[in-house]
């Protein structure tokens, strides 16, 4: 496993880490992000990694609205491989399993996988005793529903109260289980069950979703459907520019982990705003 301590030191404020997706699965938002061999996936991984990923995100069922779930047995036989080919050929590489079963999250690690990202929050009561019993990070996404209705009619009284409250529940369910703060991640799940204006509130709300100021924040925003809303952009592949830009304010507000399928050009931005203000 790599040493992925350092990918939890806080960044106060600066630059994002940047997380790169790694798809899996033949039905992901984002045709571009799919990868169909072992082969690919390992040359996926390594230029993410060359280009300034920090992590690489390995999914084997996706979760975008409207998709069907995949059986368990199935998204062991997509993932496993990839984390195993991507552990042996990148032994430095810091690998996050994308999945909200404890059963592959487990088998992932098992298979060198360094940390879980649950875009569910720990919906399985057993995903708690998988990252407890192996001492890894672990990020906890709140989700309105599940992916195959939760855009249906998405409502909140106060989303951003309502997002935290629901990340607080996780993460006492790890600490009790004596997890460290420091080692949870929070997610508050832009575009899962939430409408544009949703994700409006939760972005500009930055870390006052984060329910333990000792935890990390993570954004997800690439590519989603809240710049078909936003920009008039149906086509995944002309969300680049409102990607970049909402991460371009994720800088100094204390985002940590940016979760993107574009890592060198994330990087690029980040780099060239860093210079901007001299380092």
């Known amino acids: 496993m790599a040493d992925w301590r350092p990918i939890l030191n806080r960044r106060n404020g600066g630059i994002p880490r940047i997380m790169g997706v790694l798809n899996l699965t033949p039905d992901s938002f984002h045709a571009d992000s ?70 592959v999250a487990r088998a992932a690690l098992d298979a060198g996988a360094d940390m879980v990202n649950d875009v569910s929050a720990l919906s399985d009561p057993e995903m708690v005793d998988v990252v407890s019993e192996h001492g890894c990070p672990v990020c906890i996404m709140h989700m309105q529903g599940l992916p195959e209705s939760m855009q249906d009619d998405p409502g909140y ?38 409408s544009l204006e949703h994700n409006l509130a939760l972005l500009a709300a930055g870390r006052e979703v984060v329910p333990d100021h000792r935890m990390a924040l993570m954004w997800g925003v690439s590519r989603k459907t809240m710049f078909h809303h936003l920009l008039g952009r149906e086509d995944t592949r002309e969300r680049l520019a409102g990607t970049l830009g909402v991460a371009a304010k994720a800088v100094g507000r204390g985002v940590d982990i940016i979760r993107v399928h574009d890592v060198a050009e994330h990087a690029d931005l980040f780099a060239a705003m860093s210079a901007l203000e001299g380092g």
């Open 34 to 103: 799919r990868v169909a061999s072992l082969e690919e996936a390992v040359r996926r991984a390594s230029d993410m990694v060359r280009n300034g990923a920090e992590l690489i995100d390995v999914g084997g069922e996706s979760t975008r609205p409207g998709a069907a779930p995949v059986d368990p047995s199935e998204e062991v036989r997509r993932a496993i491989p990839v984390v195993e080919a991507i552990r042996n050929a990148l032994p430095s590489a810091c690998i996050s399993i994308d999945t909200r079963r404890a059963g």
């Open 157 to 194: 009284g106060d989303v951003v109260a309502e997002v935290r409250r629901v990340l607080g529940n996780a993460s006492r369910s790890l600490f009790d289980m004596g997890v460290e703060p420091e080692m949870v991640i929070a997610d508050p799940g832009i575009g899962f069950g939430k």
